[in-house]
C-alpha cells in the first residue's frame, strides 16, 4: 500500500510492531493501536528500550504527539 499523505503511512502501520523515538531520547517499541491528527498515539505491548536493550515492559501506553521526534517500523 503506498502512502500519498503523512497520515496514510501510520494508517499502513496501524496493528503493527513501530520504535517511537521521543525527545528525551528514548524509545519505545510497541503495537500501533491508535493515532489522531496530532499524531498522539496509542501503542499495545510496549517496552522502553535503550541502545536496543530491554528497559521495563510498559503495556498499553498514550504517547503525546509533540514529544515524539520518529516512527518506524520494528525489523
Known sequence: MEASRPLDALNNSRN???IVELKNGK???GM???F?????VVL???EE???????RK????FLRGDTIILISPAQ
Open 58 to 61: 510498559l503495556g498499553t501506553v
Open 49 to 55: 528500550r535503550h541502545e536496543g536493550e530491554l528497559k
Open 36 to 40: 489522531d491528527i496530532h499524531i498522539n
Open 16 to 18: 503493527k510492531r513501530v
Open 44 to 46: 499495545d505491548d510496549a
Open 32 to 34: 500501533l493501536k491508535a
Open 27 to 29: 524509545q519505545i517499541l
